[in-house]
């Protein structure tokens, strides 16, 4: 089992704040398989929200590795990618799902009672920063100073 990573302050701050995450998986005959999606962080875990029986979660449930990138929406230069392996867990699954629509569309989230809501936890096994040159943060400099 991989050693798990520490999320640095940009990954915080991104996946911290509603900004889209575009979630890599894999599928059956090894390609990757790639969703847009609604992040959130709990303690030092990403959480996301799928549906049992969707391609995502059966790739999780067959093969827990991911990759995770999150960019700046007012920078799309900086980004952060967070690699690692995922739990599944219905406990919850309503809940996050409600949480996360709340602090993507400012609204609760309308279940559809047919769907079985399961919460995907992410364990980071590497933590990668990028600031490209043309960034408007790399343009600046630090904001600390330092």
């Known amino acids: 089992m991989a050693q798990s990573a520490a999320l640095s302050g940009a990954a915080r701050e991104l996946i911290g704040a509603p900004a889209f995450s575009v979630l890599t998986t ?3 005959d090894g390609s990757p ?3 847009v999606m609604w992040m959130a962080l709990d303690g030092d875990q990403l959480v996301f929200s799928t549906i049992r029986g969707r391609l995502k979660c059966r790739n999780l449930e067959r093969d827990p590795r991911v990759s995770v990138c999150t960019y700046d929406p007012a920078d799309p230069y900086r ?3 967070v690699r ?3 739990t599944l ?3 919850g699954g309503d809940e996050l799902i409600d949480r996360l629509c709340q602090a993507y569309q400012g609204k609760p989230w309308t279940r559809r009672p047919e769907e079985v809501r399961v ?3 992410v364990t980071p096994t590497r933590v990668v920063d990028h600031v490209a040159p ?3 943060s790399a343009k600046a400099g630090p904001a600390d100073g330092a």
Do not use: C, F
């Open 26 to 28: 894999i599928n059956a």
């Open 84 to 86: 690692g392996t995922v």
């Open 134 to 136: 043309q960034s408007a």
């Open 119 to 121: 919460v995907a936890r």
């Open 79 to 81: 980004y952060v990618e």
């Open 89 to 91: 867990a219905e406990e």
């Open 33 to 35: 398989q790639s969703s």
